[in-house]
């Protein structure tokens, strides 16, 4: 079992104080030119005193990617002072700083793109949403590039490491599921053909790292393990995914899930293992695996220590109490586990995303 509270080090050398990692969390709280506002700034350093490692809010790689109202952009070098506000106000807490890099596909608002134009896979529409445009060859090879050039930008605004984005249903995942990617190329179709954006994407992330970095720099890379349409991704197709992303000498892989503990829906293999324990088959001490989902408190972290993963991220918890790694590493059964809603302020919580966390069911006493 690993010791939340210890000291970690990647095989890169970077070191992190304790394992655990506040999971990446969008805020909708940046300006309306893309960067990033003071109460988002405040919201991280509100938070970076505790944690060995923030990920941050995704920032969309190319102006198209742009997936929510408020989000801050890595799109283009003017944004460079705005993203490393973000990072100093991360490493003044004493946490390292991961960006997060994504593209939203199909699930961008077309209100916010040039054009009003969203672009996917294929043309299969997110429900509710505009049908996107499949991209041509050409493009995809430039957003590829576009992931690298955030890469680059990250590097210059001081950021430890970035976090490529392949969960949650944006680009990435769009092009590795067979109910979103219908293409007839070599984009689409086999398995093989599915993986080749996203792998295509890691080995440009790396090459803009080894090019540009001066210091060991963290390339994570973030996935979901399954999709509930009869078509889409299945735990034996995440095995393959993750296979061949363990081989690609990443920093870390990063699970995404609502509940740590859940087991596969569609696998062919020990269906009462969790995917947490299937992937750490799967990945056999190669790389780092964080495990997210559900951990509030200090005995639920325990429990979830004791699955084999390598780091532990807490998402809400972090909103309901900033000092969770303070107070449980003081060994204090009393953490709260519901936010408390008269406390937006003392929170440290932007408005827009005090707003959102109002919709049901996205986090405890609300
Ligand atoms: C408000 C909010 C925003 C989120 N934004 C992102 C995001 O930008 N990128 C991402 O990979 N996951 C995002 N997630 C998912 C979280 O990283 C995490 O996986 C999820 O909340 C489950 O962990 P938790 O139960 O500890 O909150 C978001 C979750 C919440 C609640």
């Not at 680059?152 to 944006?170: F, L, P, S």
């Not at 972290?301 to 107070?327: T, Y």
């Amino acid at each position: 079992m690993m010791n939340l509270f210890e000291s970690y080090t990647f095989s890169n050398g970077i070191s992190l104080k304790n394992r655990v990692v506040m999971a990446p969390m969008t805020n909708y709280s940046s300006n309306a030119d893309g960067t990033v506002s003071d109460s988002e700034v405040a919201y991280y350093a509100r938070r970076s005193k505790g944690v060995g490692l923030v990920v941050t809010a995704c920032t969309h790689v190319t102006e198209n990617g742009k997936g929510f109202p408020g989000q801050f952009a890595g799109f283009s070098d003017q944004f460079i002072p705005s993203l490393k506000r973000v990072a100093d106000a991360i490493h003044e807490g004493g946490a390292k700083a991961v960006l997060q890099i994504y593209h939203g596909g199909r699930r961008s608002i077309p209100e916010e793109v040039p054009n009003g134009e969203i672009v996917s896979a294929s043309d299969v529409a997110f429900p509710g949403n505009a049908t996107p445009r499949p991209l041509t060859i050409e493009e995809i090879k430039e957003i590829v590039k576009a992931y690298g050039e955030t890469t680059r930008r990250a590097i210059e605004a001081g950021y430890d490491g970035v976090e490529i984005h392949g969960a949650n249903t944006y680009l990435l995942q769009q092009f590795f599921s067979g109910y979103t990617n219908r293409r007839t190329d070599e984009y689409g179709g086999s398995l093989e053909n599915r993986m080749r954006f996203p792998l295509e994407v890691v080995d440009e992330v790396k090459k803009a790292a080894e090019k540009y970095a001066k210091e060991p720099f963290i390339v994570g890379y973030r996935f979901s393990p399954e999709e509930e349409e009869e078509t889409g991704i299945t735990m034996d197709q995440t095995v393959k995914l993750i296979d061949a992303l363990a081989g690609k000498e990443l920093t870390y892989l990063h699970v995404s899930q609502g509940e740590f503990f859940t087991k596969p829906h569609r696998f062919s293999g020990d269906k009462n293992k969790t995917r947490v324990e299937i992937l750490l088959d799967t990945i056999h001490g190669r790389t780092p695996l964080i495990g997210v989902g559900s951990i509030y408190s200090l005995e639920d972290a325990e429990k979830a220590s004791e699955s084999g993963i390598d780091l532990l991220a807490l998402g809400r918890e972090l909103l309901i109490e900033p000092d969770w790694v303070q107070k449980a590493e003081a060994g204090d059964h009393n953490i709260p586990t519901k936010i408390d809603k008269s406390k937006q302020k003392e929170l440290v919580i932007p408005d827009p995303m005090w707003k959102m966390l109002h919709r049901p069911g996205w986090i405890p006493g609300m």
